[in-house]
């Protein structure tokens, strides 16, 4: 599985956009890049999804450069309850039973 | 309605016990998961488990183990427990489409607490 690197805390300000970026440098052929969000004592949430170049949906933009080898998760305008952990994970097609690997995460405070 | 339900949501229990905890999706997905998450907020498959296969994390101990009953159920089993076990364990689930999607849907999680 390709091993992905985050930030590990980023601070914001109501209103502002946020761009989390991953690297993921050896990410292979058939690997998805996926999103995830975790709010304090719950489960993660998945939030986006992409293979390449730009895939937006009613919560997030996923942007993802020709060589794959990085993504950037665009939250528009967050408030507060945008405070939380974003997980970037990216996998294999053939990965039976779609076993997901989680790294650390970046921890997003979103400030008044 | 509740996606994906856990119970306990909290359960305290000592060293050398066994314990179980639930698992039931309402989504018609046809795999399920349990993943645990430690202190420090990582969080790591344990299993993946569908009609055709189980498929287990190597690093997970024979201590653990799934139960499916139905396609609807996953409980978790765990044979004499250890402070180590302590943490917060996710169910999740999914629809499983080829691989290509790993839009998982999580519990709320059960806290469990080894003393």
């Known amino acids: 599985l390709a091993k992905t690197t985050q930030p590990i805390s980023m601070d914001s300000y109501e209103g502002q956009e946020v761009n989390i970026t991953c690297s993921h440098n050896n990410i292979a052929t058939n690997d998805y890049i996926t999103w995830y969000q975790q709010f304090p004592s719950q489960g993660p949430r998945f939030i986006i999804q992409?293979?390449?170049t730009k895939v937006t949906n009613e919560v997030a933009s996923l942007f993802i450069p020709a060589d794959r080898k990085s993504s950037t998760l665009s939250l528009p305008r967050v408030s507060l309850s945008d405070t939380a952990v974003y997980y970037c994970l990216v996998g294999d097609a053939n990965n039976a039973g779609n076993m997901l690997t989680f790294g650390g995460g970046t921890r997003l405070m979103v400030k008044p | 309605d509740t996606a994906v339900s856990q119970t306990p949501k909290y359960l305290v229990t000592q060293m050398g016990n066994d314990k179980s905890i639930k698992c039931e999706q309402n989504?018609?997905?046809?795999?399920m998961y349990w993943y645990k998450q430690d202190s420090k907020k990582f969080l790591k498959i344990m299993f993946s488990?569908?009609?055709?296969?189980?498929?287990i994390n190597e690093t997970v101990p024979n201590r653990f183990s799934p139960k499916s009953p139905d396609k609807a159920h996953l409980n978790l089993h765990i044979n004499s427990l250890e402070l180590g076990d302590s943490a917060v364990y996710f169910c999740?689930?999914?629809?499983?489409?080829?691989?290509?999607?790993?839009?998982?849907?999580f519990g709320p999680g059960t806290r469990l607490t080894v003393t």
């Open positions: 992409g293979y390449k």
């Open positions: 989504l018609g997905h046809d795999t």
């Open positions: 999740a689930s999914s629809q499983d489409n080829g691989g290509n999607s790993y839009e998982q849907y």
């Open positions: 488990y569908n009609n055709k296969e189980l498929i």
